[in-house]
Structures are given as C-alpha cells and as structure tokens.
C-alpha cells in the first residue's frame, strides 16, 4: 500500500432476510469500512440454482460458490438455506493525489433512527465535555441512521486512550475511521475525481468517485483472463468507448477454433457484447458478454467480461481518460462500527501468505492484537469464503 489506506463504506444494501433484485450495487460512503450487507435466501424448489441467485443479485459464479461451499450451485436442493455475499470491502487504493482524503480516528458515541434524536443527544452530551473537546462533536448521515461521532485523533491508539478517559459518559462506544470531505472545490479544481479500481483475486470491479461530500462506489463482477492468459495487473486509462463493437479474433484464439471468422460483427453471437471500454494496454478490454455464466470466472483470454446490463451501466458512467488500476488481493481488511473485518478469497496465482497479508492490513490500522479474534481470523483464512468476517473477541 502506497500512502493512506481509502477502504470506506456505506449504508447497508439490505437488512437481514431476503436481499433485494439489483442491477448494481452503488454506495454513498459514510464513515465505515465496509459495503452492504449479506442476507439469505431459501431455496424455492429443486429448479432453483446458486447460479440463478448470482444473476438476480449482480453477483459472480465465484462469490455466490465460496460463500456457500457445502452446496452444488447447480443443484442446492429445496429449501436450502444459502447466503447470498452481497457485503464487501473495498480492495487497497489511495485517493487522488488531488483530492485529501482527511483520513482520522474517532469515537463513535451513538446511531439513531432519525436526526432529531442524534440532534437531542449530540446537545444533552456537549456540556459534559471538556471545553476543549466540545466543537469536535458532530453529526454523521449513514444512510437513513444518522451517527454521533467525537474526534478527530491522530490516530487510533490516540483514541482508544481517549475513549478509556471518557469512561461511563461513553460506555458502548468504539473507535471508527472515517473521512473528512466537506470542504467546496477550489477554483480551478475538478468536483469529482473518479477511478475503476479491479481486483482480479475476487474478480470484482469498483468505480470509486471522490466528491465534496465524500465518496460513491459502483461496484460489479466480472469474468477475466484464464491461467495462461492472465489479465495483467497495473495502472492503465480507458482510452475508448465502442458502442456495438466488432470482434476481431485474436490469433490465439483462432489457433484454438480455426473455424472461427478472421472478423465477427456486432449482433447475438458477438463475445463482446453490446459495449466495450478498451484500456490503455492494447488489445484488454472490458466489455459485455453473449455468455452470462463467464462472470465470476477465469475463462477469457485476458479481457475482462461484465454482464450485459452492468457494462450498460458502467459505459455511461465512464469517460475516456479514466484512470484504472488492476490489482491482485485475495486479503483485505476494514473497520466498521469499531469492529475490524477481513475478507479472504483463494489465492488462484500463489505465492501470498495470506496470514501475513491480514495481520499486516489489520496493524496498519492500527488493531491490537486483544482486539482480534484468533480463532476467528484462522477460520476466515482456511474458509475463504470471499464474505467480510468480524473478529471481535
């Protein structure tokens, strides 16, 4: 990780039960580290697949299988009782070099339905502070909740101390990370700053876009490239948007299907899809697929494939010149609500020690080791299960 960690979330996509149909998942940031929130789904009857539920949740083969490894995805049966993964953590980025994020601790005193309550509590809690402290507490949206938060510190020991002097006052309370964005663009300056950000380990993309007010994330799966044609990790731009685009057949796939034409054009039996986005390294595109069930999947020969609707999408909220960082990170780790989490996916390419990785994203934001689940960590790392775990003792 180069520089401050931006792993931010938002208000939760759905509450416990059935989650809902989506075409995308999009988050208005707020002062957690985590995205959404998972819920589980009853199998309806022996037709019913995990295959089917991934489609209807925007989700890949690959996340809707590791969340549920004790069921066939094609055959769970009637009346199984399946997850379905729609909660992540954002994979390790920084913000633009022209937008501070204002990255700071503090402690989260309360969450309440609505803003007259947090408005009642925030004016009942100020005057048994220190004199000091007082003009550091402050209202938070999240969504419909709407957070009391004390803070900032500089950093999360800073806090911790803090939250022991405050004692009975804040009993309950945790230490969250949060973003400081409220501030108007100087002149001059762009209001929004936006960049893709794929994580080939749980074959994911993320439109991050950094606003005044904070930061929005759009999320979708993907398919990418298979072993001996991996997609390529780094930092690239999108150089072009094709709408209805041609095929030109790599040479490499004509020597595996020479019965294929030198050129296929736009239409249903076109691989590409309706839309296309190609990047700055050469042939890679993202674009759409005639073939669904190769989201969440390692099956191209170094393109990235969305499902039709989510590259409709993504295409109109795209521009020529957006920045795109390719990354590798079957570990990540996020706080919310005081709780540290990590998320673990298998390590397809080799060679990362995932307990390392783990420790080493839970010490940069600075958890200590009492306030980890041991057991709990080992079991996220032999399950990995691509869902966000909690590990407070």
């Not at 199998?43 to 549920?68: C, K, M, Q």
């Not at 909660?87 to 989260?108: C, D, K, R, V, Y």
């Not at 339905?113 to 100020?126: D, F, K, N």
């Not at 209202?139 to 911790?160: C, K, M, T, V, Y």
């Amino acid at each position: 990780m180069r520089g401050p960690l931006l792993l931010l979330a938002a208000w939760l996509l759905a509450g416990p039960g059935l989650a809902p149909s989506i075409l995308a998942a999009a988050f208005e940031v707020g002062a957690q580290e985590r995205l959404g929130e998972v819920a589980w789904h009853r199998i309806a009857s022996d037709a019913e697949t995990l295959v089917d539920l991934a489609l209807r949740h925007d989700l890949g083969y690959n996340e809707i299988a590791a969340a549920n490894p004790d069921f066939d995805p094609w055959y769970p049966g009637a009346e199984a009782r399946v997850l379905i993964p729609t909660s992540w953590l954002l994979p390790e980025t920084e913000p633009p070099a022209s937008w501070p994020a204002g990255l700071f601790h503090a402690i989260e005193l309360g969450s309440y339905a609505g803003q007259p309550e947090a408005i009642e509590a925030a004016t009942r809690l100020r005057p048994q502070l220190p004199a000091g402290e007082q003009a550091l507490l402050r209202l938070e949206e999240r969504g419909d909740r709407h957070g009391l938060q004390l803070g900032p510190f500089a950093d999360r020991s800073q806090a911790r101390q803090r939250l022991a002097d405050l004692g009975e006052l804040a009993a309950g309370s945790r230490v969250v990370r949060s973003l400081v964005a409220s501030r108007r663009p100087a002149a001059g300056e762009a209001s929004s700053v936006s960049r893709l950000v794929v994580n080939l380990a749980e074959l994911r993309l993320y439109l991050l876009s950094w606003h005044p007010q904070g930061l929005k994330v759009t999320t979708f799966p993907i398919g990418i490239g298979r072993e001996g044609f991996d997609t390529a990790t780094g930092r690239f731009r999108i150089v072009e948007k094709i709408r209805d685009p041609s095929w030109t057949v790599p040479p490499s796939i004509r020597a595996e299907k020479p019965e294929l034409p030198a050129r296929v054009p736009p239409g249903p039996n076109n691989p590409l899809g309706r839309h296309a986005l190609r990047l700055s390294s050469g042939d890679v595109l993202l674009h759409g697929t005639n073939k669904p069930l190769g989201v969440g999947r390692r099956v191209s020969h170094g393109c990235m494939r969305l499902y039709p609707r989510d590259i409709a999408t993504l295409y109109d909220l795209v521009e020529p010149g957006l920045a795109v960082e390719i990354v590798y990170q079957p570990v990540k780790a996020g706080i919310a609500h005081g709780v540290p989490y990590v998320e673990v996916h298998e390590d397809f390419m080799g060679g990362v020690d995932l307990g390392a990785q783990a420790e080493g994203l839970l010490r940069q934001r600075g958890v200590a080791p009492e306030e980890v689940d041991e057991a709990r960590l080992r079991q996220a790392l032999a399950a990995k299960t691509g869902v966000p775990v909690p590990l407070a003792p």
